[in-house]
């Protein structure tokens, strides 16, 4: 039923009588196949911006430099491929940290920490005219990795701002359930087509590659989530429905829960 992949070895026990080894090796091979494609896309993911930046840093220094209309608008794209260069690194490190660290369990408070990180995406919420609405159970706190919990919202949080549309909301639950703590970001932007629904959590899979990098979107921002989720020993559920918006929703295991 299942293709399997076999490595077969022969061994001679005596001169007439041999052993034959068969090893399952399906799953190593797997895993060496996701990473070999990793790689490729990285590269690929890379070598994009940097061919851009190469090729209008040539094009200036060749002469385009004089006219000050193309030197101002090479210049810009420049700035923009190197952002772009940033947030790609940025992400494909955060992704690495976030299978290999172990998570620094400390307790912090989750309304407090959602609003320190708010500032920093007020421009964008402000561009798009989205309101954003938080509802926030007063004064609890969580035990978890308190830097990975605050890039889970982060990258939720870009995300339902990029995939909104202008004058759009957004609603964030957190709270404390029986299962644990739970969190939820729920926008009403242009939602996910159910066959697309699963592989939003793949690395480097956009539903419109276009709309995301037009966004500065890396294709990594849901493969980081889940890595950390898991990480956590957390789950991630996603709701939605195509032109009306998703609800994305972690739950994460809380220790003093159970205590309390
Ligand atoms: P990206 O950097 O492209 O945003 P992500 O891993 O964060 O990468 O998301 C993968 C893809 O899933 C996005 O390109 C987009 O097509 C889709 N997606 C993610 N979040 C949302 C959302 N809130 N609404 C609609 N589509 C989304």
Redesign the pocket.
């Known amino acids: 039923t299942k293709e399997q992949i076999v490595d077969v070895h022969v061994v001679w026990l005596t001169a007439d009588r041999l052993a034959v080894l068969l090893y399952d090796v399906t799953e190593i091979k797997q895993i060496q196949q996701m990473q070999l494609d990793f790689v490729s896309n990285v590269s690929h993911e890379l070598k994009t911006p940097v061919t851009a930046i190469t090729g209008f840093t040539e094009t200036l220094l060749a002469g385009a430099q004089n006219d000050p209309k193309d030197r101002q608008a090479f210049l810009q794209i420049i700035a923009t491929e190197s952002q772009r260069l940033t947030s790609l690194i940025q992400d494909i490190i955060a992704l690495a940290r976030g299978e290999q660290r172990q998570p620094k369990l400390t307790t912090f408070d989750v309304p407090n920490l959602i609003e320190q990180l708010l500032p920093a995406l007020q421009p964008q919420i402000a561009a798009k005219k989205i309101q954003l609405k938080l509802d926030l159970m007063a004064a609890p706190t969580l035990k978890t990795d308190a830097n990975q919990f605050e890039q889970i919202v982060k ?1 939720l949080l870009v ?2 701002i ?2 909104n549309r202008i004058g759009g909301q957004i609603t964030l639950t957190s709270r404390l359930i029986s299962a644990g703590w739970q969190l939820k970001v729920c ?1 009403t ?4 087509a159910s066959a697309d629904q699963a592989r ?1 959590f793949e690395r480097f ?4 590659k276009t ?2 990098r037009d ?1 500065g ?7 980081i989530v889940a890595a950390l989720v898991t990480g956590l020993s957390g789950t991630i559920k996603l709701q ?1 429905q195509l032109g009306v918006g ?1 609800c ?1 929703t972690v739950v994460l295991p809380n220790e003093e829960a159970g205590s309390e």
């Open positions: 990258n995300n339902a990029n995939y926008d932007g242009v939602g996910i939003v899979y956009r539903v419109d709309r995301s966004t979107g890396t294709g990594l921002g849901l493969a939605s998703s994305f």
